[in-house]
Every structure is written in C-alpha cells, then in structure tokens.
C-alpha cells in the first residue's frame, strides 16, 4: 500500500512538537539498524536539517540530490517511506541509499561519495535547455567534498552560469576524522564561530565587572584576528570560485536553518553555498562519543576475525622488518589499517575519498623505492580503473593492491558489491590477481609479497566475512607460498569443480557432500596448465564457481583452455549473470546468485549431467 509522505505534515508543527518528532525519528532510526544493520551516526547528524529543509523546500518539485546518500533516512522517512523503513536494507526491503526506482522523490541513485554536484549540475542543465524552472539543491558531507569528483564539479558551476544550491554538512569526519587542508580549513571556521557563542556567554555572565570588560577587549582583538584569518579563507575558496557563501549555521537549530535555507531558496544570482556545523551521532551519546563505531552498525553478534583485521595484524607484524607505505581511500578502520596504524602511524596514509589519486600516488611511491601497499574495497577500486592502466600497470609497477570486499558485501547492495574487479583486471596486461582461499592463505600471500618482493602489480581480492581464528596463530604461521592452485578434495574425476578464493572455506561443508573434486583457484591470470592438463578430460562435468560477474571472470579462463584444446566435456559457470545483485544478508545472496548449491546437486546427480 502506498503511504502518504509526511512532509505536509511537518509543515503545520510548531518548534516544541518539531523537536519531539526528531526524537522520534533518531528512536526509530537507531531501532531500524539496530536490527537490520545501517548506518547510524551520519543520519543522527541530518535529523533537524531534513525537517527544516522540507519544510521550506518542497521535495515534490524541487531536486534535492543527496550525496553517497547514507545519511538519507530522514529524507526517507518524509517521503512516504515510513512503515516500510522497517524493512532497511534487508532483501526486498527499502535501500539504504537513495534509489531512482525506490522513489519519485530520489532524485538520482548513489552510494559512492561525490556524485551529488555533477548530478545537480546534470539536471540543471537538462532543466534549462527545456525552459524549466526548479530549485536544485545538492547536499554533500565534509568527506565527500575532498573527492575528486565534487571538486571538478564546484569547478564548474560559476562557467555554466549554475545556480544550484549546495548544503555543505560539516560534522569534521569521514567515516574516521577528515583529512587534507580543506578540512583544517572547515574545522577551523567551526572553532571560529564556537568561540563568537563562547563569547556571548561570557559577556552576559561578566559584562558589569571590570574583570569582564578586560576579558571582552581582549576577546575582541582575538575575534577580529580570527575574523580576518578564517573567515576570510572560508569565504575565499567558495567565492573565489563564484559560489555565493552563507554560514557557519548550527545544523541542529530548526528555526535558524529555516532562516538560512529560505536565503539560499532565494539567491537567484549563481549559485550558492549554505555551510552547515553538524554533529555526527547527534542526540545519542554513545554516537556522539564514538562516531566512527556507529557509522555502520552491524547486528551480527559474531566472534569471527574479520579478513579486514587479518590484513591489519599481518602488516603490524610485517612492519617490524620491513619499510612500506599502506595507503587507505577515508576507509581506515573497514581495511583493518587502523590495527598497522595504532603501532606504526608513519606507515598509514590516509588520502580521503580520492581513490584514482591514491593508485597513481602509490605507483610513484614505489618508484621512489619504497615497498607500497593500497587497500581499498572493490567496489570503490571501480573509480581508479584508469590509474590502474595507465599510472601502474603499463609502467609495470609493481605495487600490492588488496581488495577488501572483493564479492557479496551483503546490506550495502547493489552499490557497494565487489563483483567486478575479476572482470576488470583481467582485461589489463602485466598484472597479476590472487585469489587466497582462506585467512591463512590471505596473511601468507601478503607475507609473501613483502619477503620475495613483486615483480608485477599485485592484486589480492577477499571478501567481506571472516573466520573463527586466533589471529596469533595465523601469525605464527605465516609462510612464503606459490599461486599454484590446490586440489581440497579427490572425489569423482568425471565431477571437476573449480572454486575460485574464499568460497572454497565459506562453502567447505558443500564441497564434502559433493561426488566431485574440488580444485581451488588461487590466481586468476595465470591458470595453472598442470592441474587443467592433469583433469580435463572429454565426457567430463566441468564447473566454475566465482564471486563475480560471468563476463570477463574467471569461467572465461577455463571455456577459453577448453576451446584451445578441443576438449569434449559440458561447461556449467556459477557466479553472477548480466544483472545487479540486490542488498541482503550475504549468505541469502550467495546462495541464490553465486553459489546455487541445490543447482550444483542437480547438475551433478542428474542422469543427462554429461551433454
Ligand atoms: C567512492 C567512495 N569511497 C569511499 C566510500 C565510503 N564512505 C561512505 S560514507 C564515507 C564518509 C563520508 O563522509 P561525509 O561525506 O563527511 O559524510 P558523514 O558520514 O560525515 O555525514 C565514506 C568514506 C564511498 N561511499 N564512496
Ligand atoms: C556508505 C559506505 O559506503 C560505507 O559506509 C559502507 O557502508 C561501509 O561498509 P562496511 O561495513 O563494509 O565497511
Ligand atoms: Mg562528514
């Protein structure tokens, strides 16, 4: 049943039953992911700005374009998604991001950082060319603004005579704190005006004594000093650019937002910036305290390690020995690099959401003779696939890419999965792709890379999930290892089952029932002519099974070999077909779009299995 949106609704509150319904919401919101996963603090820090926006924007005419849209759940819950929100990011359920086919008023799709301004900019122009007349608004997070993508974008803006409207929301944090000079300029603007209200405080309390006259002339020459270094910087990036600057404004204050949205809504002359200090985690303290932990809340009550955190204590332990640099696109604590980083933070470099920047940095890093190391998720990788061609791998540079969230992410959904990079390496020459079979083989092949050097760029792709493991004895045992790939199991020779990576351990109980052998796939580009010569055979089963898409993946190596040496047997691929997977827990996924394991039972206990 359709549901009325409830922003008519808000628009007839007054201020006390406003602040109560925001209540409400960051109630509703923490109860949400606190059974479905979600993430929490960054929409704890929209509440008030949503309200007000609705209020004084209309969502039904105006585009308001949210970026990565993580922090989109009030903007949800306004436009007719309320009872539904109970079923975030679970299958079949509302997205965790926006999403143009969820909603007539998600104005576009996102779920990776920085699209919002280039989408505005895309829809304002399209606007104009038809003589049509609509507010645009772009709405963007300190982190996302450091992306390259919003970047060029503001770039734009005053050449094209824009007049979109942006809401900057500066809460001083990525997913960790921010990084690089935009941000100290922002926070630096936040500390500004923290001490204008400071100082009306102390002014009030102190203004008859002579004490407090003191104290206000001397607070005075330090606001006229701040005013002309800060303020002027903070006016100078935007202005500079021909972007009409309003703020600081507390994010939190309804009625002050109202006031400066309705100047925003107003400014017709170009386009305009309303800067917004917000608090990540807002109105929960536990949020407040540690906005980082309650970026993503995960509901699984798990005591698996986490191959994030194998890739952290496995570098800590390499550090000892050996000199690198490990670079992280704002995804500090999700790659396990803040475990490197609490003992060596000289070797963590943190970059912020500028993925093609990092990849061509590393190369260059290496060739200045340091060993280097980039770890970013998969899905995120998809931004640098030209530094990968062009910076790292023509040049031959051989520096080593982990690939975190390599497959089925699980709640994220369709943005967020890790299903390409298979296909969008193959294609490159002079590189290599690793695909370990478990936490030991991951910590062994990275161990590996650093003890006998690379001679090639290295990618070693894993996915989200974990194992039930000591680290300490995943240390102890690291060991130099080949790629080869490994035989797990001899069973029925007419039944060859290639498993590509990790799948070999989550699915090991699969692999026992089958009347098949199981060969593990370790390395995607150079395939291993010794087990395919010893097992493929006319009037065979052959299977492939990957966490990726069909075409380009791994499948494509083996139907390839089976061409070039003629062999009569019957091909059945097992990973993703032409399509988008959708969000859900990660083991529904697998089962129903990678791995299929009734399908598997089938194909092999039919009688017409062999074609
Ligand atoms: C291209 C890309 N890289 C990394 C991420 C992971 N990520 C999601 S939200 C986020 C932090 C964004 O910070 P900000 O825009 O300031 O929003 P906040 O959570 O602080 O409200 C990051 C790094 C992403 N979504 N897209
Ligand atoms: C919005 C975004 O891109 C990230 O916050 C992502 O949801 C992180 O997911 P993990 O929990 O896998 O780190
Ligand atoms: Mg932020």
């Not at 070999?504 to 199981?518: G, H």
């Not at 791995?595 to 009688?607: A, F, G, R």
Request: charged letters at 25%; one cysteine or more.
């Amino acid at each position: 049943m359709k549901e009325k949106p409830l922003y008519y609704a808000i628009r007839k509150m007054n201020y006390e039953q406003l602040d109560r319904f925001a209540n409400r919401i960051r109630k509703y919101i923490y109860e949400t992911v606190k059974k479905n996963t979600g993430h929490l603090s960054s929409n704890l820090g929209t509440v008030e700005l949503t309200l007000a926006l609705y209020r004084v924007f209309d969502p039904e005419k105006d585009i308001i374009i949210w970026d990565t849209s993580h922090q989109a759940y009030i903007h949800k819950l306004l436009t007719g998604r309320w009872h539904s929100f109970s079923t975030l990011r679970q299958r079949h359920g509302i997205s965790g991001f926006t999403n143009i086919n969820e909603s007539k008023y998600d104005y576009f799709g996102a779920g990776h950082a920085g699209t919002s301004v280039a989408a505005a900019l895309g829809y304002e122009l399209g606007f104009r060319s038809q003589n049509i007349n609509k507010n645009v608004i772009a709405i963007f997070g300190d982190g996302a603004m450091t992306s390259g993508m919003i970047l060029e974008s503001l770039n734009q803006l005053k050449s094209i005579n824009s007049k979109i409207k942006i809401i900057l929301l500066n809460n001083e944090m990525s997913i960790s704190p921010n990084v690089g000079a935009l941000a100290k300029m922002l926070n630096k603007i936040r500390i500004s005006t923290d001490y204008f209200s400071l100082k009306e405080k102390i002014k009030v309390s102190l203004e008859s004594t002579d004490v407090g006259q003191d104290i206000e002339n001397a607070l005075k020459k330090v606001k006229d000093g701040i005013k002309h270094t800060v303020y002027n910087n903070a006016l100078g990036v935007f202005e500079d650019m021909g972007i009409k600057y309003y703020g600081p404004v507390d994010g939190h204050n309804i009625k002050e937002l109202e006031k400066y949205l309705e100047f925003i809504k107003n400014y017709k002359d170009g386009p305009c910036i309303l800067h917004l200090k917000t608090i990540k985690g807002k109105g929960l303290d536990f949020a407040e305290k540690n906005p980082t932990k309650f970026h993503g809340v995960n509901n699984k009550k798990t005591t698996s390690t986490s191959y994030s955190k194998v890739v952290g204590y496995t570098l800590k332990n390499i550090a000892s020995k050996h000199n690198f640099i490990a670079y992280t696109a704002a995804m500090e604590e999700g790659t396990g690099l803040n475990i490197l980083k609490e003992k060596y933070p000289e070797k963590v470099i943190d970059f912020g959401i500028t993925e093609p920047s990092i990849v061509t940095a590393a190369g260059a890093t290496r060739l200045a003779g340091l060993f280097t190391v980039v770890d970013i998720y998969s899905t995120f990788m998809q931004r640098a696939f030209d530094s990968i061609i062009h910076d790292i791998a023509l040049q031959k540079i051989p520096v080593l890419f982990l690939l975190d969230r390599a497959g089925i992410v699980g709640e994220d959904g369709p943005t967020h999965h890790g299903v390409f990079d298979i296909s969008y390496l193959r294609l490159i020459p002079n590189i290599e792709i690793l695909t370990p079979l478990n936490a030991q083989d991951l910590a062994n092949m990275i161990f590996t890379s650093f003890e006998k050097d690379l001679n090639k760029p290295t990618f070693i792709r894993f996915p989200r999930g974990g194992e039930y493991l000591n680290v300490d004895e995943i240390i102890a045992n690291l060991k130099i290892v080949d790629y080869s790939w490994k035989i797990i199991k001899r069973g029925n020779d007419k039944n060859i089952i290639f498993v590509v990576g990790q799948l070999v351990e989550e699915y090991k109980k699969l692999w026992e029932e089958l009347d098949a052998t199981i060969i593990g796939v370790r390395n995607i580009k150079n395939i291993d002519e010794h087990i395919l010569q010893l097992y493929l055979k006319d009037n065979i089963n052959v299977i492939t099974i990957e966490e990726n898409s069909l075409k380009g993946g791994f499948n494509e190596e083996i139907k390839s070999y089976i061409l070039k040496k003629k062999i009569k047997c019957s091909l059945h691929t097992f990973g993703i077909k032409d399509e988008f997977v959708p969000q859900g827990t990660r083991k529904e996924l697998l089962n129903e779009f990678v791995v299929k394991p009734d399908e598997i039972k089938k194909l092999l206990y039919s009688t017409e299995k062999i074609k």
